[in-house]
């Protein structure tokens, strides 16, 4: 069961599953996803985590796992309107485990995110770094990961939570498509195909080589392959958690460079005040998934990133719309 499959992230999973041999169930309400990025094999439930009963009757049917990715993920939108992330995230959630637990499912793989961290010590940030996120997404997350160590501790589930970085790039005609974009890189390639008039750049003096704040970037691909190897690392009645990024960054002004170079087109720029909350560099330690896990990026390279995004905006440029 994929909850969140018609999503960017969910629906490239999804595949790489159907892939690997699995028989998949996507279970999203379609509020924020797309229909057509639904893998073609995978049967699609439309249905919302925050109705109870919904979640407990497709749970009934009875899996060997679930991946969870439905979530709101906007972060200026959790600040300004915290109680939808707590109902969608930590309820749905909540709702999500009720129907594991009642039909026994043993194994979950949880999506969560960086944003738990919030401002760090040291860069780069690892597993034991403490968790104080600085926004109502962050903190939404955070609380689920504590949901799930209590529900291993008590009632016996093997879950793995991956801690992303910033996610990046497409795969096989799947790719990022939200409304609005947040997320650098495919607003700079909207600047790139002329359908925004300028890419903006939010802080210029921050304490890096360039002034613009530094992200650790991992390719989608490399995010999916990290899925099947939890799902098969979960044990039972351990809560095990793994950050997932490349381990380097790459600074605003240098994506920006690197998508001229991709896509041989200018992108024009316009600089604007920092965001609130935004640290300057974000970097994963990702030492202990690949020792463990036995993970290890195959599309490291942010032009790797970029040409597979680009493919994608070209042959969608107004997204699955």
Not at 110 to 131: L, M, N, R
Not at 251 to 260: C, D, L, M, N
């Amino acid at each position: 069961m994929v909850t969140g499959g018609a999503g960017y992230i969910g629906s490239i999973v999804a595949q790489h599953l159907v892939e690997a041999g699995h028989e998949i169930v996507v279970f999203d309400s379609l509020e924020r996803g797309h229909r057509d990025a639904v893998p073609a094999a995978a049967r699609l439930v439309i249905a919302d985590l925050r109705d109870q009963a919904a979640v407990a009757a497709v749970a009934s049917e009875g899996f060997d796992g679930v991946l969870h990715f439905a979530a709101l993920a906007l972060v200026s939108e959790s600040v300004a309107h915290p109680e939808r992330y707590y109902r969608t995230n930590v309820g749905g959630t909540l709702n999500l485990l009720d129907g594991m637990r009642a039909a026994a499912i043993p194994r979950l793989v949880f999506s969560s995110t960086c944003a738990v961290y919030g401002q760090p010590d040291t860069v780069p940030i690892a597993e034991t770094a403490p968790t104080r996120p600085a926004t109502a997404y962050g903190a939404s997350k955070l609380a689920v990961d504590r949901m799930i160590s209590d529900e291993c501790l008590a009632h016996g589930l093997g879950a793995v939570s991956l801690r992303y970085f910033n996610v990046a790039g497409a795969s096989g005609g799947l790719g990022e498509d939200h409304e609005p974009e947040t997320h650098l890189i495919p607003n700079v390639l909207r600047a790139a195909q002329g359908l925004d008039p300028f890419v903006e750049v939010f802080g210029t003096d921050y304490p890096t080589p360039d002034g613009t704040a530094i992200r650790d970037y991992i390719h989608i691909d490399d995010l999916a392959a990290a899925h099947l190897l939890a799902l098969d690392g979960c044990r039972e009645a351990e809560h095990r958690i793994f950050n997932l990024g490349n381990g380097g960054g790459f600074s605003v002004r240098e994506v920006i460079a690197t998508a001229e170079r991709v896509t041989g087109r200018p992108i024009p720029t316009r600089e604007a005040p920092r965001r609130p909350g935004d640290p300057p560099q974000l970097v994963s330690a990702s030492e202990r998934i690949r020792r463990e896990l036995g993970w290890t990026p195959r599309k490291p390279a942010v032009a790797d990133m970029i040409a597979d995004a680009w493919a994608f905006a070209q042959a969608h440029p107004h997204g699955y719309r």
